[in-house]
T-cell receptor, first 112, second 112 residues
Framework: NAGVTQTPKFQVLKTGQSMTLQCAQDMNHEYMSWYRQDPGMGLRLIHYSVGAGITDQGEVPNGYNVSRSTTEDFPLRLLSAAPSQTSVYFC???????????FGQGTRLTVV | SQKIEQNSEALNIQEGKTATLTCNYT??????LQWYRQDPGRGPVFLLL?????KEKRKERLKVTFDTTLKQSLFHITASQPADSATYLC???????????FGGGTRVLVKP
């Protein structure tokens, strides 16, 4: 049982490059979210989805796009990477509202 | 928006003692409050969820209390062990139950 799988685990980008962070879950969870974690800032919500075809913005959405074409996948796109997007990114899923979140192992992104 | 405050200073504690962590929230009283454990380089792992009408919740050596008057939750690790050393995160669910807001976490170091 894989749970929530994020790829890649590490990535270095140059300023202005684009890339997609992948997130997949095999638990048939409806809710999925993306967070970034910075030292001293805790986890901050970027975007979330309550089901296939439905996405919404979180606390820090600027510079990021998401889509949810299937229940399993929730990719996060950086259109033009900036050094301020250097962070550790976590994807999470939940079976329904008001329940626990299951997190992936994270993607450590460095933008130079 | 909801703000979650946790003590950013690390908590150093002797093995066998009880560790007590504090989580304060500043806005509305959430219906649900959660605690997670995070080890270095890993994603958070769910520990406990407590509802607003529950004063206390226990799971093995863990105990969580929820005081809506004080806008505070306390997290206790009894008979602490070196393996309990980690960062502990407090999180509250939005009123709609679809978004989590995290505190910055408190690092616990249990010394043998």
């Amino acid at each position: 049982n894989a749970g929530v799988t994020q790829t890649p685990k590490f990535q270095v980008l140059k300023t202005g490059q684009s890339m997609t962070l992948q997130c997949a879950q095999d638990m048939n969870h409806e809710y999925m979210s993306w967070y970034r974690q910075d030292p001293g800032m805790g986890l901050r919500l970027i975007h979330y989805s309550v089901g296939a075809g439905i996405t919404d913005q979180g606390e820090v959405p600027n510079g990021y796009n998401v889509s949810r074409s299937t229940t399993e996948d929730f990719p996060l796109r950086l259109l033009s990477a900036a050094p301020s997007q250097t962070s550790v990114y976590f994807c999470a899923s939940s079976p329904e509202k008001n329940t626990e979140a299951f997190f992936g192992q994270g993607t450590r992104l460095t933008v130079v | 928006s909801q703000k979650i405050e946790q003590n950013s200073e690390a908590l150093n504690i002797q093995e066998g003692k009880t560790a007590t962590l504090t989580c304060n929230y500043t806005n509305y009283s959430p219906a649900y409050l959660q605690w997670y454990r995070q080890d270095p380089g890993r994603g958070p792992v769910f520990l406990l969820l407590i509802r607003e009408n529950e004063k206390e919740k226990r799971k093995e050596r863990l105990k969580v209390t929820f005081d809506t008057t004080l806008k505070q939750s306390l997290f206790h690790i009894t008979a602490s062990q070196p393996a309990d050393s980690a960062t502990y995160l407090c999180a509250v669910l939005s009123a709609a139950g679809n978004k989590l807001t995290f505190g910055g976490g408190t690092r616990v170091l249990v010394k043998p």
